[in-house]
C-alpha cells in the first residue's frame, strides 16, 4: 500500500480574545500538532469526544479551514502551497461526507441537480451522459430511480445521506472524508449508511476518514483507529490493537463506555470517565488528559508526554502506558 | 460501477413553467393578483384606446363634476371631473403608464442592484463587505426624499432620472435584507459541500445562494412598489417628478388634495387605484414566493 495523504505538524487555532480594554490574546488550539499518514485503500477512524477538535481536522484537511501552521499532503503535493485555482481542480480527489444530512443538500435543487454538480463542474458531459451517470450513482447508493425529479425536503434521513454520499462519490475521489456520517441518523438507519460505506469502499477501492464521537462507528469500517483529546491524537493504532490493548487511559475509558448488550461478557471492572473535557482555551499542563486519568501521577502534571511508537505499529502519547489486555474484547476473541 | 445500463434519456424534467402555472391556478390570491397586474398592464398599454377622452383636455364649463351616480354627474364623465374639467377616468387609465413603469422598474432597478450588492458582500466579507456596508449606512443617514431631491434637482427632473434615482435611493434596504440572508445560508453545510466540490465562488453565489434568498426578496420589493408609487407622487407633487401635462396616479392624488372637502372624487380614485395595483403585486409576489419554494408544492 503506498501512502495516500501525510499530515504533519497540523495546528489549527481560533482566535477567542475578547474584550477592548484587557486585551490578552487568547487562542482555542482545535487541532494542536496532529501528524499521521493514511494508506491507499485504508480506512482511517477518529474518534474523540465533542469539542475535542476532529471535525476541525476534517475541515482542515478538506481545507474548507486554512490551518495556522503543517503540512497536508495529498498524492505527494502539499495542499497548502497549491494557488487556488489549482486547488479548486484537485478537490475533484478529495470528498466529504457531512453530518447532518438535513443541511447539506440544498433545500432548492433537485436530487438530479445535487449529485449532477460535481460532474458539472470537473466534467464534460452532455445532457444525456450526465443524466446516465446520475442514474448510475443513485443504483450504486440505493436510490430509486424515479426520485430523480425529487427535492430534498421529501426525504428521510438516511435517503438524504445517501443523496449525500452518491455526490461525495461522483468524482471518483481519492479521499473521502466522512464527518459524523451517521450520528445524525435513527439508530435503525445508522448500520444501513455504515454498511453501503463499507460497501463502496470495498467495491471502488476508496481511502475514508471516518469521524465519529464513539468508537462503536468506527469499529464498523476502520482499519486503524486515531483517538483525539484536546486537539491532539492521544493514541493511534489499528482497530485490533485499540481495542484488545489500548495504551491510553483515555481510550480504555471510550471502550468502557460501550454498552455490551451479554452481561457474561461484561468484565467487572468499568472504568467510566469522570468529569468533563477541560477548557481548550486554557488546556491543563503537562498533559493534558490528567485532570481525569485514574493513573496519573506528577510527572503527568509536568511534561507533556510525546507521541510515540510504543509497540509495533501503536502509538500514544502516555508517560504510562496501560499492560497489554487492558481492552474489552480478549485477544482470542472474535468481534 | 456497472457500465451495462442502457442510455436513458429525458428522465430529467425540465417543465418548471407547467408547475408554475398548475400552482398558479390553485392559488386563489395569486390568481387575483395576476389578474390585476394583467389588466393594469393592459389597461396602460392600450390607454388612447381605452381613455374616453385626452388627459390634459381642459373644459373651463365642466368642472368639479361628481361621478355618475351622484347628484349632477352623467355617464360622459363616468369618475367625474377635476377642477380643470379633466375627466378623472381618463387621467387615470393614462397614469397608469407612468406609474407602473416608475412603481416596477425603480423597484427592479434597486433590486438588481441591492441582490448584487448583498450577495457579492455577504459572500465574500471582509473588505467588500464592510465597504459596500458602510455605504449602506451612509445612504441610510440621509433621507430617501431629500436624497432624490438632490439627484433630480443635480441631474433635471424628467421621466428617467425619477426611475434611475429611485432605484439609485433604495437599493439599501435589498443590499441589507440579502446580505443577512447570504451570512447565514453561506455557513449551511450545502454550500460548504459546494466549496469541496471545488465549484467555483460565482456559481455558488448564482446557484447556490440565489435561489434562496430571491423569496425574501420578493417579499420586500412587493411591499415597496407601493411605496415608490407614492414617493414618485411626492417628487411630482415637488416638480422634480414628472412634468405635467404627463400624468402619474400620484399627481392625480395630488392634484386632488386641495379639493377633498369639497370635490372628494378627486383624489379617491386614484388612491383607489394605487391601492388595487398595490394588492395585486403583493398577491402575485405572495404567490410567487411560495412556488419558489419546492417544499410547497405537493
Same mark, same amino acid.
Given at each position: 500500500?503506498?501512502?495516500?495523504?501525510?499530515?504533519?505538524?497540523?495546528?489549527?487555532?481560533?482566535d477567542?480574545?475578547?474584550?477592548?480594554?484587557?486585551?490578552?490574546?487568547?487562542?482555542l488550539?482545535?487541532?494542536?500538532?496532529?501528524?499521521?499518514s493514511?494508506?491507499?485503500?485504508?480506512?482511517?477512524?477518529?474518534?474523540?469526544?465533542?469539542?475535542?477538535?476532529?471535525?476541525?481536522?476534517?475541515?482542515?484537511?478538506?481545507?474548507?479551514?486554512?490551518?495556522?501552521?503543517?503540512?497536508?499532503?495529498?498524492?505527494?503535493?502539499d495542499?497548502?502551497?497549491?494557488?487556488?485555482?489549482?486547488?479548486r481542480?484537485k478537490?475533484e480527489?478529495?470528498?466529504?461526507?457531512f453530518? !447532518?444530512p438535513?443541511?447539506?443538500?440544498?433545500p432548492? %435543487?433537485? /436530487?438530479?441537480?445535487?449529485?449532477? +454538480?460535481? #460532474?458539472k $463542474?470537473?466534467?464534460?458531459?452532455?445532457?444525456?451522459?450526465?443524466?446516465?451517470?446520475?442514474?448510475?450513482?443513485?443504483?450504486?447508493?440505493?436510490l430509486n430511480?424515479?426520485?430523480?425529479?425529487?427535492?430534498?425536503?421529501?426525504?428521510?434521513?438516511?435517503?438524504?445521506?445517501?443523496?449525500?454520499?452518491?455526490?461525495?462519490?461522483?468524482?471518483?475521489?481519492k479521499?473521502?472524508?466522512?464527518?459524523?456520517?451517521?450520528?445524525a441518523?435513527?439508530?435503525?438507519?445508522?448500520?444501513?449508511?455504515?454498511?453501503?460505506?463499507?460497501?463502496?469502499?470495498?467495491?471502488?477501492?476508496?481511502?475514508?476518514?471516518?469521524?465519529?464521537?464513539?468508537l462503536?462507528?468506527?469499529?464498523?469500517?476502520? !482499519?486503524?483507529?486515531?483517538?483525539?483529546?484536546?486537539? %491532539?491524537? /492521544?493514541?493511534?493504532?489499528?482497530? +485490533?490493537? #485499540?481495542? $484488545?490493548?489500548?495504551?491510553?487511559?483515555?481510550?480504555?475509558?471510550?471502550?468502557?463506555?460501550?454498552?455490551?448488550p451479554?452481561?457474561?461478557?461484561?468484565?467487572?471492572?468499568?472504568?467510566?470517565?469522570?468529569?468533563?473535557?477541560?477548557?481548550?482555551?486554557?488546556?491543563p499542563?503537562?498533559?493534558?488528559?490528567?485532570?481525569?486519568?485514574?493513573?496519573?501521577?506528577?510527572?503527568?502534571?509536568?511534561?507533556?508526554?510525546?507521541?510515540?511508537?510504543?509497540?509495533?505499529?501503536?502509538f500514544?502519547?502516555?508517560?504510562h502506558?496501560?499492560?497489554?489486555?487492558?481492552?474489552?474484547?480478549?485477544?482470542?476473541?472474535?468481534? | 460501477?456497472?457500465d451495462?445500463?442502457?442510455m436513458?434519456?429525458?428522465?430529467?424534467?425540465?417543465?418548471?413553467?407547467?408547475?408554475w402555472?398548475?400552482l398558479?391556478?390553485?392559488?386563489?390570491?395569486?390568481?387575483?393578483?395576476?389578474?390585476?397586474v394583467?389588466?393594469?398592464?393592459?389597461?396602460?398599454?392600450?390607454?388612447?384606446?381605452?381613455?374616453?377622452?385626452?388627459?390634459?383636455?381642459?373644459?373651463?364649463?365642466?368642472?368639479?363634476?361628481?361621478?355618475?351616480?351622484?347628484?349632477?354627474?352623467?355617464m360622459?364623465?363616468?369618475?367625474?371631473?377635476?377642477?380643470?374639467?379633466?375627466?378623472?377616468?381618463?387621467?387615470?387609465?393614462?397614469?397608469s403608464?407612468?406609474s407602473?413603469?416608475?412603481?416596477?422598474?425603480?423597484?427592479?432597478?434597486?433590486?438588481?442592484?441591492?441582490?448584487?450588492?448583498?450577495?457579492?458582500?455577504?459572500?465574500?466579507?471582509?473588505?467588500?463587505?464592510?465597504?459596500?456596508?458602510?455605504?449602506?449606512?451612509?445612504?441610510?443617514?440621509?433621507?430617501?426624499?431629500?436624497?432624490?431631491?438632490?439627484?433630480?434637482?443635480?441631474?433635471?427632473?424628467?421621466?428617467?432620472?425619477?426611475i434611475?434615482?429611485?432605484?439609485v435611493?433604495?437599493w439599501?434596504?435589498y443590499?441589507?435584507?440579502?446580505?443577512?440572508?447570504?451570512?447565514?445560508?453561506?455557513?449551511?453545510?450545502?454550500?460548504?459541500?459546494?466549496?469541496?466540490?471545488?465549484?467555483?465562488n460565482?456559481?455558488?453565489?448564482?446557484?447556490?445562494?440565489?435561489?434562496?434568498?430571491?423569496?425574501?426578496?420578493?417579499?420586500?420589493?412587493?411591499?415597496?412598489?407601493?411605496?415608490?408609487?407614492?414617493?414618485?407622487?411626492?417628487?411630482?407633487?415637488?416638480?422634480?417628478?414628472?412634468?405635467?401635462?404627463?400624468v402619474?396616479?400620484?399627481?392625480?392624488?395630488?392634484?386632488?388634495?386641495?379639493?377633498?372637502?369639497?370635490?372628494?372624487?378627486l383624489?379617491?380614485?386614484?388612491?383607489?387605484?394605487?391601492?388595487?395595483?398595490?394588492?395585486?403585486?403583493?398577491?402575485?409576489?405572495?404567490?410567487?414566493?411560495?412556488?419558489?419554494?419546492?417544499?410547497?408544492?405537493?
Amino acid at each position: 500500500m503506498s501512502q495516500l495523504l501525510e499530515v504533519k505538524g497540523l495546528k489549527k487555532s481560533f482566535d477567542v480574545t475578547r474584550g477592548l480594554i484587557k486585551r490578552k490574546k487568547q487562542y482555542l488550539h482545535a487541532v494542536n500538532d496532529v501528524s499521521f499518514s493514511v494508506q491507499k485503500g485504508e480506512v482511517l477512524g477518529i474518534v474523540g469526544e465533542s469539542g475535542c477538535g476532529k471535525s476541525t481536522l476534517g475541515n482542515l484537511i478538506i481545507q474548507l479551514l486554512e490551518p495556522t501552521e503543517g503540512e497536508i499532503i495529498f498524492d505527494g503535493v502539499d495542499l497548502r502551497k497549491l494557488p487556488p485555482e489549482q486547488l479548486r481542480k484537485k478537490r475533484e480527489d478529495i470528498q466529504m461526507v457531512f453530518q !447532518d444530512p438535513f443541511s447539506s443538500l440544498n433545500p432548492r %435543487k433537485r /436530487v438530479f441537480d445535487i449529485i449532477a +454538480e460535481p #460532474l458539472k $463542474t470537473h466534467g464534460s458531459y452532455n445532457k444525456v451522459e450526465l443524466e446516465h451517470e446520475v442514474l448510475q450513482l443513485m443504483d450504486v447508493v440505493g436510490l430509486n430511480r424515479s426520485y430523480l425529479n425529487r427535492y430534498p425536503h421529501e426525504f428521510s434521513g438516511g435517503q438524504r445521506q445517501r443523496i449525500g454520499i452518491a455526490r461525495a462519490i461522483a468524482l471518483k475521489p481519492k479521499l473521502i472524508i466522512c464527518d459524523e456520517p451517521v450520528s445524525a441518523l435513527d439508530v435503525s438507519i445508522q448500520s444501513q449508511i455504515l454498511n453501503l460505506l463499507k460497501k463502496l469502499q470495498k467495491e471502488l477501492q476508496l481511502t475514508y476518514i471516518f469521524i465519529a464521537h464513539g468508537l462503536p462507528a468506527v469499529k464498523h469500517v476502520s !482499519d486503524r483507529i486515531a483517538v483525539m483529546y484536546l486537539g %491532539k491524537i /492521544v493514541e493511534l493504532t489499528t482497530k +485490533e490493537n #485499540l481495542f $484488545t490493548n489500548p495504551m491510553h487511559p483515555y481510550t480504555e475509558g471510550l471502550l468502557s463506555a460501550i454498552p455490551i448488550p451479554d452481561p457474561t461478557a461484561r468484565k467487572d471492572e468499568r472504568r467510566l470517565l469522570e468529569g468533563d473535557i477541560p477548557n481548550p482555551v486554557n488546556p491543563p499542563t503537562g498533559c493534558a488528559f490528567h485532570t481525569r486519568c485514574p493513573y496519573k501521577t506528577e510527572l503527568c502534571e509536568r511534561v507533556e508526554p510525546e507521541f510515540t511508537e510504543k509497540r509495533d505499529g501503536h502509538f500514544t502519547a502516555c508517560h504510562h502506558p496501560l499492560k497489554e489486555g487492558k481492552g474489552i474484547i480478549s485477544q482470542h476473541e472474535k468481534y | 460501477m456497472p457500465d451495462s445500463l442502457p442510455m436513458q434519456n429525458n428522465l430529467v424534467k425540465n417543465s418548471k413553467w407547467k408547475r408554475w402555472l398548475k400552482l398558479l391556478l390553485r392559488s386563489k390570491t395569486g390568481t387575483v393578483g395576476l389578474l390585476i397586474v394583467l389588466t393594469i398592464v393592459f389597461v396602460a398599454i392600450f390607454a388612447p384606446w381605452l381613455a374616453p377622452y385626452e388627459h390634459s383636455v381642459i373644459d373651463p364649463l365642466n368642472t368639479h363634476k361628481p361621478p355618475f351616480w351622484m347628484e349632477g354627474g352623467d355617464m360622459a364623465n363616468v369618475l367625474g371631473t377635476d377642477n380643470l374639467g379633466r375627466d378623472i377616468l381618463s387621467r387615470i387609465i393614462y397614469g397608469s403608464q407612468v406609474s407602473l413603469l416608475v412603481g416596477i422598474s425603480s423597484v427592479v432597478l434597486a433590486g438588481v442592484i441591492g441582490v448584487l450588492v448583498g450577495l457579492f458582500a455577504g459572500y465574500f466579507g471582509g473588505f467588500l463587505d464592510a465597504f459596500f456596508m458602510r455605504l449602506a449606512d451612509s445612504f441610510l443617514a440621509i433621507p430617501n426624499i431629500l436624497l432624490a431631491l438632490v439627484m433630480l434637482g443635480v441631474f433635471g427632473p424628467g421621466l428617467m432620472t425619477l426611475i434611475l434615482v429611485l432605484g439609485v435611493t433604495n437599493w439599501v434596504q435589498y443590499a441589507r435584507i440579502i446580505r443577512g440572508e447570504v451570512l447565514s445560508i453561506k455557513e449551511r453545510d450545502f454550500v460548504r459541500a459546494a466549496k469541496t466540490i471545488g465549484v467555483k465562488n460565482r456559481n455558488i453565489i448564482f446557484s447556490h445562494l440565489y435561489p434562496n434568498v430571491i423569496s425574501s426578496f420578493i417579499v420586500v420589493a412587493t411591499l415597496s412598489v407601493a411605496s415608490t408609487i407614492i414617493l414618485e407622487s411626492s417628487l411630482s407633487f415637488l416638480g422634480l417628478g414628472i412634468q405635467p401635462p404627463q400624468v402619474s396616479w400620484g399627481t392625480i392624488l395630488s392634484d386632488g388634495r386641495d379639493y377633498l372637502a369639497t370635490s372628494w372624487w378627486l383624489a379617491t380614485f386614484p388612491g383607489l387605484a394605487i391601492t388595487i395595483a398595490v394588492l395585486g403585486i403583493i398577491f402575485l409576489g405572495d404567490w410567487l414566493r411560495d412556488v419558489m419554494d419546492p417544499r410547497s408544492v405537493k
